[in-house]
């Protein structure tokens, strides 16, 4: 159970384009998703917060008009990367959290590698 | 603000050889701690996890025990595999949001 699915799973763009990750739960649902952000041989950095039916909360940095999420269900948030240039290529990594009582685990995506020419 | 300092890499064993693999956190309050592998090329998965004080998450061989008092949660195993070899990330989540609070990651690779 708690599957988490990213698609694409690559994407290979010119500079220029806008490029849309959806991630959904599939077998459960899921009030918050969190967008990451992974450079070769690092850690994951958190992008932002999608909270289900309002606003992303983003981390200090992070471009919200770079980066726009939608959360329009409880189990399909999405990450656009809008007029994307070769310094946003990366590993893109999202993951949901179970909605319930207490404190529930992040179930993560497989990630989505993009690479901007 | 929080943080998790893990042991840094890249770690080299040959197969059957015990693994500990240090965390350390700081965080406010009562946070939960996690334990994250990552295989290349995929997302994050689960590996274990513990919610409170002198808990001991386990799964798959690996184990780790929440030690309040050194504010540490070390990975350990008995005997790896060369199937272990992957990234392992400690992390921490604490606070109404639930975010997580990740180390840098450790990659592991066993040799057969």
């Known amino acids: 159970g708690a599957v988490v699915s990213q698609h694409p799973s690559r994407v290979i763009c010119k500079s220029g384009t806008s490029v849309k990750i959806e991630c959904r739960s599939l077998d459960f649902q899921a009030t918050t998703m969190f967008w990451y952000r992974q450079f070769p041989k690092q850690s994951l950095m958190l992008m932002a917060t999608?909270?289900?039916?309002?606003?992303?909360?983003?981390e200090q940095g992070v471009e919200k008009d770079k980066f726009l999420i939608n959360h329009a269900s409880l189990t399909l948030s999405t990450l656009t990367v809008t007029s994307a240039h070769p310094e946003d290529s990366s590993f893109y990594i999202c993951s949901a959290r179970l909605a319930g009582k207490g404190r529930q685990p992040q179930h993560f995506g497989d990630g989505t590698r993009l690479s901007i020419l | 603000g929080d943080s998790v300092t893990q042991m840094e890499g890249p770690v080299t064993l040959s197969e059957e050889a015990c693994l500990t693999i240090n965390c350390t956190y700081t965080a406010t309050g009562y946070p939960s701690l996690f334990w994250y592998v990552q295989y290349p090329g995929e997302g994050l998965q689960l590996l274990l996890k513990a919610t409170k004080a002198d808990d001991k998450g386990s799964n798959k061989g690996f184990e780790a025990t929440y030690r309040k008092e050194t504010t540490s949660f070390h990975l350990e195993k008995g005997s790896v595999q060369v199937s272990d070899s992957a990234v392992y990330f400690c992390?921490?989540?604490?606070?109404?949001?639930?975010?997580?609070?990740f180390g840098t990651g450790t990659r592991l690779t066993i040799i057969p």
């Open positions: 992390a921490l989540s604490s606070g109404g949001n639930e975010k997580l609070t």
């Open positions: 999608s909270n289900e039916g309002s606003k992303a909360t983003y």
